[in-house]
């Protein structure tokens, strides 16, 4: 369930910290327990159980208390998950996860635990308002933020694999985003630890959806819209690579703020998530440009088979930062062309580096890339210079007009062999260098990077 209220602007409710919350005296009889707990008040509810808040007089500070909606405090099958979701929480005691704080009964018996009172937004929130085009917010979440983020949400999840812990329900209402850069995995309540039995098996999955994206009490081990094909099939056996499956899921509604799947009903979901490849992000017109080598790296994770997905977690970070860094990705092979391009923009020593990839004449070899049965009477000129206009023109006797590129990370135009003027330009910082391009070149111009 959704634990944090998408309220960030909102002015904190938190206790201030002053010397009156710090130095009263402590007095002979101290409450414990839930005795200790005062002031409750609503927090959030799911399909399971509800959050207050209240204050622990003991330290002075507010808390949140999670416990069963009373329904199914009585229920075994809740109680295990929820004692379950408590002792996990606790023993993954990572940046990224949420500090434990105590876990008891209540004045009627009923199990509750503690946690550290966090202030935020969900990424659920988030990625509604980028997919609704919020300028405000698309400027604070570019792409780069949002890969961070998964980023970080993948090392709490590969530190749970490397403890023995598959979380199985990863999903955008399940991370919070705080005020202050604080990414947390939430919602341990359907983690599958190595060497425990599942649970007794529930009434399936026939009926309406309902919300598709909210586990529901007793449900089978996942979210309808956040299944993995194993999860989707009820098989017992998943590993962590269905946690993989679900950082594609994430992966993929930052590409396209879209879900992988979607249906009428539950049965359609899961005919979907079993049977129909995910549509690439990039043809989804989010409104962004999508890299490649990101959508190549979605859609590995999201394969319906888990050994066609990243072996690890671990593997998929690596992906990530490969992209972050330039490199190439394990789920696309670059070109000798993209490979240069990468290579210069990864030294931004050069101020205007100009790196000629001589291919040679064959035009089999540039007819692979898509020059044509010309390309040997042609060169192809790639200008990777993001934030810049890119400007040719032609220097020589029978001048031509001037080819004018869009500010794009990679552009490409093939030209006659010849003189030419490249002129690059953002705002006003302007830069000029001449070249004779001969027939059969390739050549890749990387933005400036200083003065």
Not at 148 to 162: K, R
Not at 163 to 180: Q, Y
Not at 225 to 232: D, G, H, I, V
Not at 410 to 421: C, K, M, N, Q, T
Request: overall charge neutral; hydrophobic content about 40%.
């Amino acid at each position: 369930m959704s634990a944090m209220p998408p309220d960030p602007a909102e002015p904190s409710d938190d206790i201030r910290i002053t010397p009156s919350t710090t130095d009263h005296v402590m007095p002979p009889h101290v409450r414990n327990g839930y005795q200790k707990y005062r002031q409750f008040e609503p927090f959030a509810e799911g399909g399971s159980a509800k959050l207050e808040t209240c204050i622990d007089t003991n330290l002075g500070r507010k808390v949140i208390l999670k416990r069963l909606l009373p329904h199914l405090a009585a229920n075994e099958v809740e109680q295990r998950r929820f004692l379950r979701e408590a002792r996990v929480t606790a023993q993954i005691a990572h940046p990224n996860t949420v500090p434990v704080y105590e876990l008891s009964r209540d004045h009627e018996g009923n199990p509750y635990f503690t946690m550290k009172r966090l202030r935020g937004r969900t990424l659920r929130d988030i990625l509604k308002s980028l997919g609704a085009g919020n300028a405000e917010c698309r400027a604070e979440f570019p792409l780069t933020r949002l890969i961070e983020i998964l980023l970080q949400v993948s090392h709490a999840v590969a530190y749970a694999h490397n403890h023995g812990v598959i979380h199985r329900d990863l999903k955008p209402a399940n991370i919070l985003i705080g005020g202050f850069g604080e990414v947390v995995v939430l919602d341990w309540g359907l983690a599958k630890v190595r060497g425990r039995a599942d649970d007794p098996a529930d009434p399936g999955l026939d009926g309406p959806a309902g919300r598709m994206d909210i586990t529901e009490a007793g449900s089978r081990y996942g979210t309808p819209l956040y299944m993995s094909p194993e999860q989707a099939e009820g098989r017992r056996d998943v590993d962590e690579r269905t946690d993989v499956y679900n950082l594609g899921i994430l992966l993929y509604e930052m590409l396209a703020f879209k879900p992988v799947v979607w249906g009428d009903d539950v049965q359609q979901v899961v005919h979907s998530i079993l049977h129909e490849p995910p549509i690439p992000p990039g043809r989804l017109g989010s409104g962004r440009d999508v890299p490649r080598e990101l959508e190549a790296v979605c859609l590995k994770a999201l394969a319906k088979h888990p050994a066609d997905r990243h072996a690890s977690v671990l593997a998929f970070i690596a992906d990530l930062r490969a992209w972050q860094e330039r490199r190439e990705v394990s789920a696309l092979r670059d070109s000798p062309l993209r490979s240069g391009v990468k290579l210069v923009l990864r030294h931004p020593a050069f101020s205007l580096a100009v790196l000629f990839l001589v291919l040679g004449a064959a035009a089999s070899r540039l007819a692979h890339h898509g020059w044509g049965a010309a390309a040997s009477a042609r060169a192809a000129l790639s200008v990777p210079a993001p934030g810049y206009t890119v400007r040719i023109a032609s220097t020589g006797e029978n001048a031509g007009p001037a080819l004018t590129l869009g500010a794009s990370p990679l552009s490409e135009v093939a030209v006659d062999p010849g003189d030419y003027r490249l002129t690059l330009v953002r705002g006003a910082d302007r830069r000029e260098v001449d070249l004779r391009i001969t027939a059969g070149q390739r050549i890749v111009v990387a933005a400036p990077s200083g003065p």
